[in-house]
């Protein structure tokens, strides 16, 4: 991957937490500026979220004491990602450490996240928990196709 991808990767992920954050602000602010996108399909609604993932239910308390050392975490790995010039996981884990960061910012200021995205068949979520996900499901992939390049790669006896 060229440097030129990973400045563009850098700066989407950057476009997209402020994106998040704007609409996080704007929609708290107005919240019946929401609305039907898709009919059944897709809607833009405000929604308290005090806990994990998918509604996983975890001490609402705990949750910023723990998500700040795992930014952190990701963060340092960033930078070694940085440092060696691992173009692909530098701009995955630049997608995980602001998305987060998004949502720690959520639950410090409002004691939860805010989540606007509404897929009745599904959940609700917003653009911080696609940008983890995408980040993570990245992350997944560079490992699987390493674990199978060495696999089709050793000699075998």
């Known amino acids: 991957?060229?440097?030129?991808?990973?400045?563009?990767?850098?700066?989407?992920?950057?476009?997209?937490?402020?994106?998040?954050?704007?609409?996080?602000?704007y929609l708290t602010l107005n919240p019946a500026r929401g609305g039907v996108v898709l009919a059944g399909w897709l809607n833009i609604r405000t929604t308290a979220n005090p806990t994990i993932a998918f509604g996983l239910p975890f001490?609402?308390?705990?949750?910023?004491?723990l998500t700040f050392p795992i930014?952190?975490?990701?963060?340092?790995?960033?930078w070694q990602a940085l440092r060696?010039?691992?173009?692909?996981?530098?701009a995955a884990l630049a997608f995980v450490v602001l998305g987060a960061?998004?949502?720690?910012?959520?639950r410090l200021r409002w004691g939860h996240v805010i989540d606007y995205i509404d897929v009745p068949v599904f959940?609700?979520?917003?653009?911080a928990?696609?940008?983890i996900t995408i980040g993570v499901g990245t992350l997944i992939l560079r490992e699987?196709?390493?674990?199978?390049q060495r696999g089709n790669t050793n000699p075998r006896s």
């Open 84 to 90: 060696h010039h691992d173009h692909p996981t530098v």
């Open 59 to 65: 001490p609402s308390a705990w949750l910023p004491v």
């Open 129 to 131: 928990d696609v940008m």
């Open 1 to 25: 991957m060229r440097p030129g991808l990973v400045v563009a990767g850098l700066a989407a992920a950057a476009l997209l937490v402020t994106l998040d954050r704007f609409i996080k602000v």
């Open 144 to 148: 699987l196709i390493h674990w199978w």
């Open 71 to 78: 930014i952190v975490a990701f963060s340092w790995w960033w």
């Open 101 to 106: 960061s998004s949502n720690l910012v959520d």
């Open 123 to 127: 959940t609700v979520f917003n653009l």
